[in-house]
């Protein structure tokens, strides 16, 4: 099973909290370093089955995550260790949202305004999405909602790309193929950085799959830190989904 595959079947897994699937993924192979966070995840639904693996695995994660120290490792290792009662409890309220979602908003374009969670669904709106379904909503609507808005949202501030170029940097600090981490290193330089490394990592499907990997780790532990600060925590589940 690549890279991708296993991703993408650890999602699944999750997404239906199958507690044996996640637990046989996880058994079957040594666990990549850059999915962590997404592993972490799907331990929290594992470790609800009670099963010795699936703790001895949890207590396994947690010392990983709290080696590797990336953004949101210590919140994602701290929950795990509640849930294995073996931390205290984050004084964090609980919201199903989707992380990448979260950080598509929070980690785009400036320009676009942001957005915000809904805290009762966990469905997240970027800015402009919001103010086109308001406009379509009656004046009753818009009074009732304006009065529960200071517990229903959380308001998503963008910060821009800035973190997500740091990934590519420090990825191709990591890159081994001397060739390769010099035409990253290149792509990366000057204006359309983005595009450029893109297309340069494209034709190397190997360090393709570990970039998106290694992106999509870092992204949900900047969403997850941003979410602890804000005194939330992610629950895994399904979330509805405008984007």
């Given at each position: 099973m690549s890279l991708k595959e296993f991703r993408a079947a650890l999602r699944g897994a999750t997404y239906r909290a199958d507690a044996l699937e996640v637990l046989r993924?996880?058994?079957?192979?040594?666990?990549?370093?850059?999915?962590?966070?997404l592993i972490g995840d799907a331990l929290l639904v594992a470790v609800t089955s009670g099963s010795a693996s699936a703790h001895d695995l949890a207590r396994a994660c947690v010392?990983?995550?709290?080696?590797?120290?990336?953004?949101?490792?210590?919140?994602?290792?701290d929950a795990l260790a509640a849930r294995l009662g073996d931390g205290p409890q984050p004084l964090l309220r609980p919201v199903r949202?989707?992380?990448?979602?979260?950080?598509?908003?929070?980690?785009g374009d400036p320009t676009h305004g942001g957005g915000r969670v809904d805290l009762a669904t966990g469905q997240v709106w970027p800015q402009t999405v919001y103010e086109d379904f308001r406009a379509d909503e009656s004046d009753e609507e818009e009074e009732e909602e304006d009065e529960a808005a200071g517990t229903r949202w959380l308001w998503v501030d963008p910060v821009g790309s800035r973190s997500?170029?740091?990934?590519?940097?420090?990825?191709t600090e990591t890159v081994e193929d001397e060739h390769l981490a010099e035409l990253l290193?290149?792509?990366?330089?000057?204006?359309?950085?983005?595009?450029?490394?893109?297309d340069a990592?494209?034709?190397?499907?190997?360090?393709?799959?570990?970039?998106y990997a290694f992106s999509e780790d870092r992204v949900r532990g900047r969403a997850r830190a941003w979410l602890a600060a804000e005194g939330y925590t992610p629950r895994p589940g399904r979330t509805p989904s405008l984007l």
């Open positions: 993924l996880l058994e079957e192979r040594a666990w990549p370093e850059q999915v962590l966070q010392a990983r995550l709290q080696a590797r120290g990336w953004d949101g490792d210590v919140d994602l290792a949202v989707d992380l990448e979602e979260l950080a598509s908003v929070r980690e997500g170029y740091r990934d590519m940097e420090v990825f290193s290149m792509a990366i330089s000057g204006k359309g950085a983005f595009r450029r490394f893109k990592i494209a034709h190397h499907p190997e360090a393709a799959d570990r970039w």
